[in-house]
């Protein structure tokens, strides 16, 4: 392997880390030097099709982003190596009728999609989805898997199903889904998730549908004090409106105190390194906006440009044909066919364009994947921010609990008669207090284990954005550099067949 200094400008504070060394993942650089002839950056090979980028949406070539999608897993190494699947594919959409009828109108029918799946062990599955089953598979991975980068799923976009032609949004849809369990796949730790494989093998699910979540009465459950039923393990987790609406407002009012209050709250996060990492991502994801933008940006000037080459290419051959059908002399036949042979080169050098512009498309398309993976960023710190605030409403809930029971032990013990009801409020007291104890040790549990994963997915993603991002930059150099020197043949060809204007003038 061949080391090369690779540095990134999504870091604004360079002195207060080592940057690291990335080593390029090509097999000939081990052997060959970069002024030999076989470089792939001196001689690139030639850029693939307009159709094959266009219509099969697959490169062969080295310019392939890693984060590209496809039906097989071609993510980074450290994901796919540990994943046990290894081609997913959806296809065959299909319109169904609701078992039941809809008291909205015209939402009685809804689409399936085909999933395939092939396993490391040769194991084939196959199992009918609808989106809503793919909600309900979000849902559950973003309660199991709290503090994980969790990649975001498609949105529902029902504007765009109303607006865009059907085919053509069911394919938009079967492409997304396709993406958004790709990169689940590759999640090292929801690759291997039992919620994943469930929804891929449908395991006990009738007729291939995923059962939904069982609903919760939140109202009797407010009620009934629901925090008298809940377990430790539940109080331990932040408070929902399906699972405990009195103490979501509990957590609320901790909230607001510790952002007006005077005093200092029970517990601060003051994990200073993540401190300093979270600022970072905040400003990778400045750059990364930044940087989508200026790749749209660079995009659209390519499509201008293929498009002005073309209205060129169809002037020229207007202008030979006028000249060929108002001919008088040889001298203006002669210009028909040269202006000609300029319309025939401006139509390839747009084809050119267009290409490069879709390859394009694909290798800088890893800066809006990954702006869009910080969704998921945002989201594993705000399952970090709610475990710390779960810590604090239970830490205020045991100290009010103390002064209660302080309170009601001091009255007793200056009331000389047994008062068997105030006794009993105090054993209840204590009570509560064992099980808030409880309570606080798993959110404190809980607490540690979500910055845990964070620390964890912090690293991993620094690992796979460098090797996203050097793939995305050799890509894209390579594609460069290819249509660059196609562009270039096109014209020296029509240099050399027009060469003797400058041998008249010498």
């Known amino acids: 392997m061949m ?3 690779i540095h990134f400008p999504f870091d604004r504070h360079p002195a207060k880390e080592e940057l690291e060394t990335l080593t390029l993942s090509d097999p000939l650089s081990a052997v060959r030097s970069p002024l ?3 470089d792939p950056l001196l001689n690139p090979p030639d850029p693939p099709s307009y159709a094959d980028v266009v219509y099969n949406g697959t490169i062969t070539t ?3 982003s890693p984060t590209s999608s496809t039906t097989s897993l071609t993510t980074s190494p450290t994901s796919s190596s540990t994943s046990p699947y290894m081609r997913i594919s959806i296809s065959d959409p299909q319109k169904e009728q609701e078992p039941a009828a809809s008291l909205v109108p015209g939402s ?10 092939e396993t490391r062990d040769h194991g084939r599955f196959a199992v009918r989805r609808r989106f809503r089953d793919v909600v309900t598979l979000a849902d559950r991975l973003a309660e199991a898997y709290r503090g994980y980068f969790i990649p975001p799923r498609p949105d529902k976009s029902l504007i765009e199903s109303q607006v865009m032609q059907k085919q053509e949004f069911v394919e938009q849809r079967r492409s997304a889904l396709e993406k958004y369990l790709l990169r689940l796949v590759a999640h090292p730790a929801i690759g291997r998730s039992d919620e994943l494989a469930e929804f891929l093998k449908g ?4 007729q291939g549908r995923l059962l939904l979540a069982r609903s919760v009465d939140v109202v009797t459950r407010a009620l009934d004090g629901a925090a008298a039923v809940a377990g430790p393990e539940e109080e331990g987790k932040p408070a929902k409106g399906g699972r405990d609406l009195l103490r979501m407002f509990r957590e609320l009012r901790q909230s607001v105190a510790n952002d007006w209050g005077g005093g200092r709250p029970p517990a601060v996060d003051e994990d200073r390194e993540f401190l300093e990492r979270k600022e970072k991502m905040q400003d990778l994801e400045q750059q990364l906006s930044t940087s989508s933008q200026q790749a749209e940006a660079l995009v659209k000037a390519q499509q201008d440009i293929g498009e002005t080459m073309g209205q060129l290419g169809l002037t020229f051959f207007k202008l030979g044909k006028f000249e060929t059908e108002e001919a008088l002399y040889n ?3 002669t210009r028909a066919t040269d202006f000609k042979r ?3 080169a401006a139509i390839r050098a747009s084809r050119s364009y267009r290409e490069l512009n879709a390859q394009s498309v694909k290798n800088l398309d890893t800066l809006h994947e990954y702006l869009g993976l910080m969704l998921a960023v945002h989201s594993a710190f705000s399952d970090r921010s709610s475990a710390l605030l779960t810590v604090q409403t239970l830490m205020s809930d045991l100290s009010s609990l103390h002064t209660r029971a302080e309170r009601l032990e001091g ?5 000389f008669i047994v008062d068997r009801s105030r006794y009993r409020k105090i054993e209840e007291l204590k009570e509560t207090i064992r099980a808030t104890e409880d309570a606080k040790f798993c959110a404190i549990r809980e607490y540690e284990r979500i910055k845990e994963n964070n620390r964890n997915e912090l690293e991993r993603l620094d690992r796979e954005r460098r090797v996203d991002f050097l793939g995305m930059l050799k890509g894209f150099i390579i594609n460069q550099i290819g249509y660059a020197d196609k562009a270039a043949s096109v014209w020296a060809q029509v240099v050399e067949e027009t060469s003797r204007y400058a041998k008249e003038r010498e």
């Open 3 to 5: 080391d090369s200094e």
């Open 36 to 38: 030999d002839g076989s």
């Open 62 to 64: 080295a310019a392939t």
């Open 108 to 117: 009685s029918t809804f689409v399936t999609y085909l999933i395939t799946t």
């Open 203 to 206: 395991q006990g699910q009738g």
């Open 331 to 333: 001298s203006q036949r």
């Open 342 to 344: 300029l319309a025939t």
């Open 411 to 415: 009255a007793a013990s200056k009331i």
